[in-house]
């Protein structure tokens, strides 16, 4: 069927997503022409027989064979041109060197093109900016910060700075260089850039605390303080002894029991092994107050204040 072929060539462009470039179909092409020739010649015959014949009938299929000629044609100019195009952006991505495996899909006469491009490219930069130029392919879009974190992907030798600093880019390791002289490595595939942890997730703020930790932070202080006193030292198989160490476990468990709920919902993902840290830091920060603020706090809390009065009385009947 005539068009047929030329038609593939467009299918093909569409089958590649963009920023890609497919191989030079050129049997393709040369079997397109070729199609183009055998229909330009049988007009070029008819055209001649109805002339000297005078046949009327020959007319339809020589209207029928220039479409075709016509629509080959734009098919063939399409196929070229979008891959001018891509080649053209490839400029912009990898630089002025492309890869191996780039230059492998392209015809002699895109490789041809594609110098003469960045020749005229390499012109313009010149022309402007001053005396040094300036490099338009750079910043493509606005950077948020000048230094980034990068990490070699493959040994590149020696690389230097504005300031003179040589560095070595060796596989695996990471460096802290300006973003406008990293682009050009990163898009010929060098190098890799690191993207910190805090900067997709935002800013992870320490939970707020119940109010009721901290009575149970100060209930459990005073009754370690009870316990420890000397006068209880030889009164350990006292009833109000005991009772005192049954309320020190169970304000122990009070308190713990919440942390270990928070590290077995947690335990799964970066995320809740960071909440459960937090959690635990301002527990203990909780539990390591200054004696000028447990003093504050023992003197205006009601709820320690009855413990304190248990706990006096439990020494009074104790002696």
Known sequence: MFCEKAIELIRELHRVSDGQLPAFNEDGLRQVLQEMEALYEQNQADVSEAKAAGRADLIPSIKLRHCCLLRNRRCVVAYLYDRLLRIRALRWEYGSVLPANVRFHMSAEEVQWFGQYKKSLASFMRSIGGQEGLDVTQDMKPPKSLYIQVRCLKDHGEFEIDDGTVILLKKNSQHFLPRWKCEQLIRQGVLEHVMSAGGHGGSHHLPQQRPQRCDLVLQLVVLLLCLFLPQLCDLQRS??????????????????????????????????????NHRLTCSFSCCTLSCSTLRSALSCTSRLAACCCSAASALSNCS
């Open 239 to 276: 009833q109000q002894l005991r009772i005192l160490k049954v309320q020190l476990l169970q304000c122990t468990a009070r308190l713990v029991a919440p942390l270990h709920l928070d590290r077995t919902r947690g335990q799964n993902g970066p995320v809740g092994r960071r909440q459960q």
